[in-house]
């Protein structure tokens, strides 16, 4: 079965930091187009970053210098460093696959279940 | 970059729900369009526009033109309530972006 199962949340104090784990199985990640996207409580998807083919990373502006994505081919997990962390970066961390169905990349069809963080004082 | 959404749409059983997206980018980039059930994580409805995902029931489509990218649920029922939310890629086509959700009341 293809899914993709993230780990790693939890409360840490703003300017701490985190590491989330994005473990695959039924598919390899490193051929595959892999996001991280997350959701404020009670607001709306914001994509975070992206690891794709090839290893190209790209970040959403909010996140560019703070996060780092990255990825171990060997347990076929992704990861997101999440360092100086803010309040606002509170919310649930989704790991997104890119359908291998569509002709082009873009549209995401296998989703975890999320993990939490919590950044407060 | 931005896609843009009404905050919510309402509709009676049976009736057609068209929620709508809005983007600069729209005219040369794919929508997408995902289905979000409250505590549930996305599922993906339709791609690359109008295609439907396999398992997705008919009543769902959707069309793109210029920058106006449009679902329509027709003959909408109760379990389609959740919030549903456009995504497509910027013009580089490497960073993504959502549309900021429209919650649908189906009742």
């Known amino acids: 079965e293809v899914q993709v199962v993230e780990s790693g949340g939890g409360l840490v104090q703003p300017g701490g930091s985190l590491r989330l784990s994005c473990a695959a199985s039924g598919f390899t990640v490193s051929s595959s187009y892999m996001n991280w996207v997350r959701q404020a409580p009670g607001k709306g998807l914001e994509w975070v970053s992206g690891?794709?083919?090839?290893?190209?990373?790209y970040y959403a502006d909010s996140v560019k210098g703070r996060f780092t994505i990255s990825r171990d081919n060997l347990k076929n997990t992704m990861y997101l460093q999440m360092n100086s962390l803010r309040v606002e970066d509170t919310g649930v961390y989704f790991c997104?696959?890119?359908?291998?169905?569509?002709?082009?990349?873009?549209?995401?069809?296998?989703w975890g279940p999320g993990t939490t963080v919590t950044v407060s004082s | 970059y931005e896609l843009t959404q009404p905050p919510s749409v309402s509709v009676s059983p049976g009736q057609t729900a068209r929620i709508t997206c809005s983007g600069d980018?729209?005219?040369?980039?794919?929508a997408y369009w995902y289905q979000q059930k409250s505590g549930q994580a996305p599922v993906l409805v339709i791609y690359e526009d109008s295609k439907r995902l396999s398992g997705i029931p008919e009543r769902f489509s959707a069309s793109s033109s210029g920058a106006l990218a449009t679902l329509t649920i027709s003959g909408a029922q109760v379990e389609d309530e959740a919030a549903y939310y456009c995504s497509s890629t910027d013009s580089g086509g490497n960073h993504r972006v959502f549309g900021g959700g429209t919650k649908l009341t189906v009742l």
């Open positions: 980018a729209l005219p040369k980039q794919y």
């Open positions: 997104a696959r890119d359908s291998v169905v569509t002709a082009t990349p873009g549209g995401m069809d296998v």
């Open positions: 690891l794709y083919i090839g290893g190209r990373t």
